[in-house]
């Protein structure tokens, strides 16, 4: 419907909603693997760069206990790292598609739907805007 009323607008997925999948995913294998230590979801869906040292300690604890879960964190985090540096929508498509040969691997389902929506998600880096001030009115 967008399309037909705005025929000229670039269509962007927002970040926030792509990241969504890729930790929901994340959650879901953690939960397959039983990991149910106390507060292994919050560590594992919080960016690595904002981990204190000791919660570092208890994620790689966590990281432990599976290696599925292990590589699903960090193509979670790779996937954040694209959108961190990646500066246009043709090296972010590159990129994004380089992560998706890995995680198709261990997830299809959501690597099918960022495939299928890649082009909108690579526009995010046109602008490095979102829809969050939008959504929040």
């Not at 397959?32 to 208890?58: P, W």
């Not at 206990?65 to 961190?84: D, M, P, V, W």
């Not at 380089?98 to 995010?124: P, V």
Request: positive net charge; aromatic residues 8%.
């Amino acid at each position: 419907m967008i399309a037909q009323v705005f025929p000229n607008a670039v269509l962007v997925y927002d970040r926030f909603h792509v990241m969504k999948l890729v930790n929901s995913e994340m959650n879901k294998l953690r939960q397959m693997v039983g990991m149910t230590l106390r507060g292994s979801r919050y560590l594992l869906l919080k960016n690595q760069v904002n981990l204190t040292e000791e919660q570092r300690l208890k994620l790689e604890q966590i990281l432990s206990h599976s290696g599925c879960l292990r590589i699903a964190y960090e193509l979670k985090e790779e996937f954040r790292q694209i959108y961190q540096t990646a500066r246009t929508p043709e090296s972010g498509k590159r990129r994004f598609q380089a992560w998706l040969n890995h995680a198709q691997q261990l997830d299809q389902e959501s690597s099918q739907t960022i495939r299928d929506h890649l082009e909108g998600i690579c526009n995010y880096f046109i602008s490095h805007s979102s829809s969050g001030a939008m959504e929040g009115k």
